[in-house]
Each structure stands twice: as structure tokens, then as C-alpha cells.
């Protein structure tokens, strides 16, 4: 026995539904990764090109340049719990509630 035709369709629209809802779900954890990532090339970069070069060169690379980046690789630490907080959607409402003083209610 086959199913109706209206019914062969609400579960071909249930599937799409489900199927997009992955793809928008995938899609946002990719776009959480890359900003991540950005900000670990970024800020780390520089402390592994000094201390390559210093490696080589200890005398080529200025005081304040390792000041720099130590600083940025600093900052790394700073904004990962910053990123990783604000690509997630329970810490955002959570975060709102706190904000609104709407913390005791549900």
C-alpha cells in the first residue's frame, strides 16, 4: 500500500526542512572554526616568525618586536573563551538573561 500524495509530500518537505537545518547548522559551525582559526594565525604568527628568525639571527630581532609578540600570542588566550562563547547560541540567550536581570525567571 502505497501513502497519498499529500502525504508523500509533507514527508518529502519534512526531509528538506531537516536537510536545511543541517546545512545551516554546518554552516555556522564552519564560519565559528574560521574566525578561530583567523584569530590563532593572527595573533600566534608573529611569535613563531621571531623566534625563527632569532633562531638564525639572535641579534636581528629587536626587544620590542618580542614584546609584540609575546602580546599577541597573549591576546590568543584572551579572545579564544571570547570566540568560543559568542558562536554559541546557549551562552548568548544565558548572557542575555543575565543582562535583562530575567536570570530567576523562565
Known sequence: MEPAKGQRTQAEKLLNRKKQS???????????????????????????????????????????????????????????????ATSSHDFRTAFKRILTCKILKK
Open 22 to 84: 543541517q546545512i545551516t547548522k554546518e554552516r555556522r559551525m564552519f564560519v565559528s572554526l574560521s574566525y578561530i582559526l583567523i584569530a590563532y594565525l593572527v595573533t600566534w604568527s608573529p611569535f613563531h616568525i621571531t623566534f625563527d628568525v632569532a633562531y638564525f639571527k639572535p641579534d636581528s630581532v629587536p626587544f620590542k618586536w618580542y614584546s609584540v609578540a609575546y602580546s599577541l600570542a597573549y591576546a590568543n588566550s584572551m579572545l579564544n573563551p571570547i570566540l568560543y
